[in-house]
């Protein structure tokens, strides 16, 4: 659909519900090529009903891999090079990272819309669940 479409159809829903307000032309368009990019072709998750079952839910899927500080490195440097990987099942929530946070490190985070509990497949669960690792990462840095 040529951009201009696009933007008479959006001026037109915005100017008939909202008839009280003089809304201006937008300047500029911006639109997502998602559903035609090669790398993603409109794709997004599906859950089965098995998914609880097979420990696939956005939960499991939500969770960082984390390192375990070595006990003579926790005080010294930040950088836990040689510590040893921590199973996802050890830390399990929020609540539980928080708890041992001190000894902890987070190594990689995972955002998008398939790790949403309530959003998934949706652009806002998407948004959401970066919020959720940007806080993440944000009380690792803070404390």
């Known amino acids: ?3 201009d479409e696009v933007k008479s159809g959006c001026m037109y829903l915005l100017r008939r519900f909202l008839c009280q307000w003089q809304i201006p032309e937008p300047l500029n ?11 993603f072709l409109g794709a997004y998750s599906f859950r089965s009903m098995l998914s609880e079952k097979l420990q696939t839910s ?9 390192v375990m500080m070595p006990e003579h490195m926790r005080q010294e440097c930040s950088a ?4 040893s990987a921590l199973s996802l099942t050890e830390l399990t929530s929020e609540r539980d990272y928080k708890r041992c946070s001190k000894n902890v490190k987070p190594l990689v985070l995972f955002a998008g819309e398939a790790t949403s509990r309530h959003h998934y497949s949706t652009v806002h669960g998407a948004v959401e669940s970066g919020y959720r690792e940007a806080n993440r990462l944000n009380y690792y840095y803070s404390k």
């Open 58 to 66: 956005a939960l499991e899927l939500s969770q960082p891999l984390l």
């Open 29 to 39: 368009i911006k639109v997502s090529q998602w559903q035609s990019n090669p790398n």
């Open 1 to 3: 659909m040529p951009l």
């Open 80 to 83: 836990a090079t040689s510590a």
